[in-house]
């Protein structure tokens, strides 16, 4: 179940899912509470002004939130309108993000990590995608041939250096 917690145009605690204790460490008794005199579990310095401009009539916001625990959310405060569209309050929920964001970290490591070998080759090497164009090269690489990165990233193996690698046993 996914953490919400409503608050009315004053910014207090109207109420909220079980997940929201944990998740924005809210209990019963901090029900018509302000969130001003509330001590969220999670680090958002400018959650306040961000629930003040959506009850304003602002766009719904999101941004990305960590709790004491280092766990990643993606909070959204979302307005919300009574049966007559008139906005009486506020919505926050928040999607655990912590997987994604700890695989994203791995890829980069893992592409940085990568390039670097390329960059430490001592020989030349381009590094082509499946439509044979170049997605990088080492260092050698632009040495020995005179290129830069700007020059070649994204062209075609067969359009570098006026066509030397256009030949068909390559």
Not at 53 to 60: E, L, R
Not at 84 to 109: C, H, Q, Y
Not at 122 to 149: C, G, M, P, T
Request: net charge positive.
């Amino acid at each position: 179940q996914i953490p919400i917690l409503m608050l009315d145009r004053k910014m207090r605690v109207r109420r909220f899912t079980s997940p929201a204790e944990k998740a924005f460490g809210v209990a019963t008794s901090d029900i018509g509470k302000t969130i001003e005199n509330l001590k969220f579990n999670i680090e958002a310095p400018l959650l306040r002004e961000a629930v003040r401009d959506v009850i304003a009539g602002f766009d719904a916001k999101q941004f990305e939130v960590c709790d004491r625990g280092a766990r990643w959310y993606s909070l959204w405060i979302r307005p919300y309108k009574t049966t007559s569209r008139v906005i009486d309050g506020a919505v926050l929920s928040m999607t655990d993000i912590t997987e994604k964001r700890n695989g994203i970290r791995a890829l980069t490591a893992s592409r940085d990590y990568a390039e670097a070998i390329v960059d430490t080759v001592h020989d030349s090497l381009l590094i082509l995608n499946r439509h044979l164009k170049v997605k990088s090269a080492s260092r050698s690489y632009y040495e020995q041939f005179l290129e830069k990165s700007s020059d070649i990233t994204g062209r075609s193996i067969y359009e570098l250096g006026e066509g030397r690698w256009s030949v068909p046993p390559l």
